[in-house]
């Protein structure tokens, strides 16, 4: 099936058609340049191309597909197959049962392949039983369109095939891996294996990660939407009520979130999650990363200025009438003392990224940051990175629900606005403490609580700055949400820069 002239044919004539089809390809908006296949590496009686996406502006972009041909009759997906003749079908051979088998085989006996001058490893993990043999298990394609291809074995295991190649191993399976076979955390779909493309001198590539199939419930963002369903309907009439219920399930995300942590925070592992100090070119990064956030957004800003609403404009007026004020609380990032430690984190961590399961939470999707590169998505942070990730999840969850309802659109918005941040305050107040508390006091994370604050602080106005940018080029009508969130973080840093005032029994000093 596969000599130059083919592989011509199909840069040429095929491919240029089918990725543009594909969910997958990240590439569809940009101007396509070449699709050109770098290696073919044969893998049972299919063949995994990688394939060089290049742009005629930016840099290029390598994709994984895996092919095979199977008879003119059987059926198969129409957006799975490339091509056609009178008697064989070229396909993604994710829709072959045998390519699926050969995957599952090759990780069950931790196989290694080798092609040419590199090598295909496949590892198995703890979450794999041995009861689940080759001969045993039956698989299938998920019928989710995303940015990766999603197999399932046996209704036991998921796979994920990464479509999207980085020349680093992806940060999802050393994470997954790491909790799995290094800590008691079991809150997540324990790692199963992997596939990883090695080359001499070069990065590993990550193919492909099995782990433990979840049935879940719902994600978080949709079990927290139900709370304030029951929430919402009160406020109407003027009832401000919370069911227990809710405490103890935002305590348990809490309690789970720091276990999660506990789990990562690992002195003596090697080095990739050793913990590390706030350094010097750590803190630098930070205060660069913040300041390039801050440049950007108030420019945006000032661009869509008279786009929006008069209330969200009275926000806008007062984040960047603070920006000497940010600055200089920003700055402090270089001087403060800080003997608190890092980790590896979670890194895109908020309500959808956590299931529920028989009253528990499982916490899913490792790969971090969307928008960083793979090389940041590895840098350790403070966990109250993924703390303020969540807690802003939390203010979106209750100011999309109640700004945006019918049960609460003849109330003022005004009105709204105090009910909604009591209710997020709760929440917040109740998920930090629980979380606090899972590490039991002093632990080596947290070395005080002065710098718990201001490190709390630090990533909450990051992460607002961030959706700012993000509500302005797509949603509009959002953007008083993370504007708000900005406005609480100035509020608190005008706090900690008031004299102190002490009342004692002689008089006021």
Wanted: net charge negative; charged share 25%.
């Amino acid at each position: 099936m596969i000599n130059d002239n083919y592989i011509n044919h199909l840069e040429t004539n095929v491919f240029p058609n089918y990725f543009n089809t594909c969910r997958w390809f990240a590439g569809k908006a940009r101007a396509q340049k070449e699709f050109q296949v770098q290696h073919s590496l044969p893998f049972g009686n299919a063949c995994i191309m990688i394939v060089e996406v290049s742009y005629y502006d930016g840099p290029s972009e390598f994709y994984q597909l895996p092919l095979t041909e199977v008879s003119h009759n059987t059926e198969i997906p129409e957006k799975g197959i490339l091509e056609k003749t009178d008697s064989t079908q070229l396909i993604d051979a994710i829709y072959d049962e045998g390519f699926r088998k050969e995957l599952y085989t090759n990780i069950f006996k931790s196989s290694h392949l080798i092609s040419g001058s590199s090598l295909l490893t496949s590892q198995k993990g703890k979450g794999l039983s041995e009861s689940d043999t080759p001969e045993s298990i039956d698989s299938w394609v998920l019928p989710v369109d995303s940015s990766n291809s999603a197999m399932l074995f046996g209704g036991k295991y998921f796979l994920k095939l990464y479509r999207k190649l980085f020349d680093q191993t992806n940060p999802e399976v050393e994470m997954v891996s790491f909790l799995t076979q290094h800590s008691g955390f079991s809150n997540i779909p324990a790692y199963a294996g992997s596939i990883t493309w090695q080359r001499k001198g070069l990065p590993d590539v990550t193919l492909g990660m099995m782990q433990q199939a979840i049935r879940a419930d719902k994600d978080n963002w949709v079990l927290t939407g139900d709370f304030l369903n029951d929430f919402m309907y009160g406020v109407p009439s003027g009832l401000f009520s919370i069911k227990e219920g809710v405490f103890e399930q935002v305590a348990l995300l809490g309690k789970r979130t720091g276990e999660m942590h506990l789990g990562l925070y690992a002195p003596g592992a090697e080095e990739a999650f050793a913990p590390e100090a706030f350094d010097a070119s750590y803190r630098a990064f930070l205060l660069g990363r913040l300041t390039d956030l801050l440049d950007r957004r108030y420019a945006l800003l000032i661009d869509n200025y008279q786009k929006l609403d008069e209330p969200t404009q009275r926000l806008a007026w007062i984040f960047m009438e603070a920006r000497e004020l940010i600055d200089d609380f920003a700055h402090e990032m270089l001087t403060r003392p800080l003997e608190s430690l890092r980790v590896r984190i979670h890194g895109d961590y908020h309500l959808g990224q956590v299931l529920t399961q028989n009253g528990d939470f499982i916490i899913i999707d490792f790969e971090g940051e969307p928008e960083a590169t793979i090389a940041e998505r590895k840098i350790k942070h403070s966990p109250f990175k993924d703390v303020a990730g969540m807690i802003r999840s939390y203010h979106y969850a209750v100011s999309a629900k109640l700004f945006d309802s019918n049960e609460t659109k003849y109330i003022s918005p005004e009105k709204l606005q105090v009910v909604s941040d009591r209710w997020y305050k709760l929440m917040r107040d109740t998920y930090l403490e629980a979380y606090l508390e899972a590490f039991g006091w002093p632990h080596p994370l947290f070395k005080s609580q002065n710098e718990i604050n201001f490190l709390l602080l630090f990533f909450l106005l990051e992460k607002a700055v961030y959706e700012l940018g993000y509500e302005i080029s797509y949603r509009p009508s959002w953007v008083n949400i993370p504007l708000r969130g900005i406005v609480e973080v100035i509020r608190e840093i005008e706090k900690l820069k008031e004299p102190i005032v002490r009342i004692s029994r002689l008089g006021v000093s």
